[in-house]
């Protein structure tokens, strides 16, 4: 099974800040012939299901602001969010899709400093 | 719109079964392959079955083989998870997800709570 390991745990921002959060994947997820990381993010809030924000890696949502992307390749991925705001406040995880049995990160809790 | 609506969760004994469904609309069912994902109490997320759109390839975690069973309904545009000889540690919140392309989880529903404790 590929392990993902997200630092950190938790992360307390202040507002209009940037905050980043790092997974790293124990096996490449990336997709050679196609060159696609089989990466997600995903955003979940108190007493919600979690929301897709980041698709291979990089691709942002249709209707997720601009303020979060998505970065890396291979094993190490990052999602950053630009300028920190209170409605962003969530638990936020990474995903691999790239083979069975799909895996998460232990999850990052994200609050306001 | 994407809808995925569960159902059947509840407090349950150690060694009983529990039958889960989840109803979807808004895309055309049949053509998706879908999943199960749980959330036990103050953790995260675990994978724990999935099932291409005809059946014919389905997938489970070690830690529910042969103990649950995917199954779907196309025609009723419906999947479930039939959960046998459940333990404590199945206690969680259940989430179907609709799989896009490649396997990536896009739309969750909302979850049903299963308890198991005597």
């Known amino acids: 099974d590929i392990v993902m390991t997200q630092s950190p745990d938790s992360l307390a921002v202040s507002l209009g800040e940037r905050a980043t959060i790092n997974c790293k994947s124990s096996?490449?997820?990336?997709?050679?012939?196609?060159?696609?990381?089989?990466l997600a993010w995903y955003q979940q809030k108190p007493g919600q299901p979690p929301k897709l924000l980041i698709s291979?890696?990089?691709t942002r949502e249709s209707g997720v602001p601009d303020r979060f992307s998505g970065s890396g390749s291979g094993t190490d991925f990052t999602l950053t969010i630009s300028s920190l705001q209170a409605e962003d406040v969530a638990v936020y995880y990474c995903?691999?899709?790239?083979?069975?049995?799909?895996?998460f990160g232990q999850g990052t809790k994200l609050e306001i400093k | 719109e994407v809808q995925l609506v569960e159902s059947g969760g509840g407090l349950v004994q150690p060694g009983r079964s529990l039958r889960l469904s989840c109803a979807a609309s808004g895309f055309t069912f049949d053509d998706y392959a879908m999943h199960w994902v749980r959330e036990a109490p103050g953790k995260g997320l675990e994978w724990v079955s999935s099932i291409n759109w005809n059946s014919n390839n389905i997938d489970y975690a070690d830690s529910v083989k042969g103990r649950f069973t995917i199954s779907r309904d196309n025609a009723k545009n419906s999947l479930y998870l039939q959960m046998n000889s459940l333990r404590p540690e199945d206690t969680a919140l259940y989430y179907c997800?609709?799989?896009?392309?490649?396997?990536?989880?896009?739309?969750w529903g909302q979850g049903t709570l299963v308890t198991v404790s005597s």
């Open positions: 096996q490449s997820v990336l997709y050679s012939s196609i060159n696609k990381n089989y």
């Open positions: 291979w890696a990089s």
């Open positions: 997800a609709k799989a896009a392309t490649h396997g990536l989880l896009d739309y």
């Open positions: 995903h691999q899709y790239y083979s069975t049995p799909q895996t």
